[in-house]
């Protein structure tokens, strides 16, 4: 499998590069390139990779660029440190969208995808879009509905709709709901992004994922960061920096 990596970290790019190595020794790294032009360059006068791991943010604008230039054939991993891009992603050939900071496991969980992807594709019949999104994980566009919780040893439903946001506490996501009750869940954060609706939930950081519906208002803060209140209380003050503030703005004049 030949694979080129397109990030402008080259810490990052080296990290990816190992841990693509120690889970496919078979696999060459035939590229490396941190910027549009020269990812758009390479990918122009050369054979297309097997795959693609991309960063999104890349220093001279969105790697989404690329696609508008070269004819992208292979499948892509999308490795970012922002949330807002998925759907846009999953557009672009995007089998995986892996936030960073990733760890081995995320990357062997992203190979493991491309080849489901490849084997479907090897198949007589044609695979059934549905089940092959559901398999790969792209999220629906309504996201899920509800969670299931265990409390007091029994199981319990939360409606999504009745959920104020999710958060990270000691080591564990908690759904709060806006009657402020509180239950822990068995997934991460970034399995909670990528099921609910990206519509409806925004990734303020890495500790929290609120609810349109429980913001009470935003105002600008330090160093061009947005101050969040939601309409329950929080054990932390909501900061959004300054890279992610025009999106979260964006996102809450789309209703």
């Not at 490795?79 to 062997?108: H, R, W």
């Not at 919780?149 to 946001?165: G, H």
């Not at 954060?189 to 519509?199: E, G, Y």
């Not at 932390?236 to 004049?253: G, T």
Request: with cysteine; glycine share 4%; proline share 4%.
């Amino acid at each position: 499998m030949n694979i080129i990596i397109i990030e402008d970290e080259l810490k990052t790019a080296k990290s990816l590069e190992k841990i693509i190595l120690d889970s496919r020794p078979g696999a060459k790294i035939v590229g490396q390139y941190q910027s549009i032009v020269s990812a758009v360059e390479a990918l122009s006068n050369g054979p297309q990779p097997d795959l693609l791991f991309m960063d999104i943010q890349l220093a001279d604008g969105l790697s989404f660029e690329i696609f508008k230039a070269v004819k992208i054939t292979c499948p892509v991993v999308f490795c970012t440190a922002y949330d807002e891009y998925s759907l846009e992603a999953f557009k672009n050939n995007g089998v995986d969208y892996v936030l960073k900071p990733f760890s081995k496991t995320d990357i062997q969980e992203a190979l493991r995808k491309v080849d489901e992807l490849k084997n479907f594709f090897q198949q007589k019949v044609m695979p059934d879009l549905g089940d092959l999104l559901s398999k790969l994980g792209a999220p629906a566009s309504t996201g899920k509905t509800s969670f299931l919780v265990f409390m007091n040893q029994k199981y319990k439903t939360i409606q999504v709709e009745d959920i104020a946001y999710f958060c990270i506490r000691h080591d564990a996501t908690w759904i709060v709901c806006f009657d402020k009750q509180q239950y822990v869940i068995n997934q991460s954060l970034d399995q909670v992004t990528n099921a609910v609706s990206p519509k409806q939930f925004f990734r303020l950081n890495r500790q929290y994922l609120i609810n349109f519906k429980a913001i009470k208002e935003v105002e600008p803060y330090f160093l061009r960061k947005l101050y969040v209140r939601l309409t329950i209380e929080t054990a932390d003050k909501l900061l959004v920096n300054k890279e992610k503030s025009h999106s979260f703005l964006s996102w809450m004049e789309e209703r």
